[in-house]
């Protein structure tokens, strides 16, 4: 077997936009007031009176060829064995390069401690063979975790169902471990509600709380 990387389908037909996953999230890893790991970006489209709410959960993308690395002059930020992007704190100056790279705007500094923290994937669990708190929580089951290098993983599966799924961004080349399922037909109700409130369609990472 392939070496393993931790990756993450989201099924956007199942994402009620409950917020259950970021409460989760902030309890689990102990998230400050105003600061996210994930979160759900929701908006309402109005179809001549037929009102339907989209939602598209966000965290890091955990990439294979992750920006953030890249730009990291103190090695703080580097994907782990298990195909996870990390941080040491210890090793981290928050010089916010790695913010500056990340086109998702998944990363923030903790001003009390002066480094930049985001999602781990619960590292401290799926080390450990648990599920992130995010996925656990989801009361739909739209989350699925797992390795996407072992096609027998239940995320292999749903993918492999899916036809791959999709990716946020993908134009940049930054190869995500996040894959969406029904994001096109998604993000086509987001321009609709765009359109009706005279506005401006977002990129994918604006909005974010």
């Not at 990756?7 to 102990?30: P, Q, S």
């Not at 961004?169 to 994001?183: F, N």
Request: aromatic fraction near 6%; include cysteine; glycine fraction near 10%.
């Amino acid at each position: 077997m392939s070496e393993q990387r931790l990756g993450m389908a989201i099924d956007l037909a199942l994402c009620i936009g409950c917020n259950a996953c970021a409460v989760a999230c902030k309890m689990e890893n102990g998230v400050g007031l105003g600061h996210f790991n994930t979160w759900v970006e929701s908006w309402d489209v109005d179809r001549d009176g037929d009102v339907r709410r989209a939602s598209v959960p966000k965290l890091c993308n955990h990439c294979a060829n992750p920006a953030c690395v890249s730009v990291c002059p103190t090695g703080a930020s580097y994907v782990d064995a298990d195909g996870s992007v990390q941080i040491d704190t210890g090793k981290c100056i928050g010089c916010k390069y790695c913010m500056a790279a990340c086109p998702y705007g998944v990363r923030y500094l903790v001003e009390e401690t002066g480094d930049v923290h985001k999602c781990t994937f619960c590292h401290h669990r799926s080390s450990n063979g648990l599920l992130p708190a995010c996925v656990g929580t989801c009361v739909t089951k739209a989350r699925v975790f797992g390795d996407l290098n072992d096609p027998d993983s239940d995320v292999s599966k749903l993918l492999a169902e899916a036809g791959g799924g999709e990716v946020l961004l993908a134009d940049m080349g930054m190869e995500p471990s996040v894959r969406y399922v029904d994001l096109e037909e998604t993000m086509a109700l987001k321009r609709v509600s765009a359109v009706h409130k005279g506005g401006n369609v977002l990129t994918p990472y604006e909005g974010r709380q």
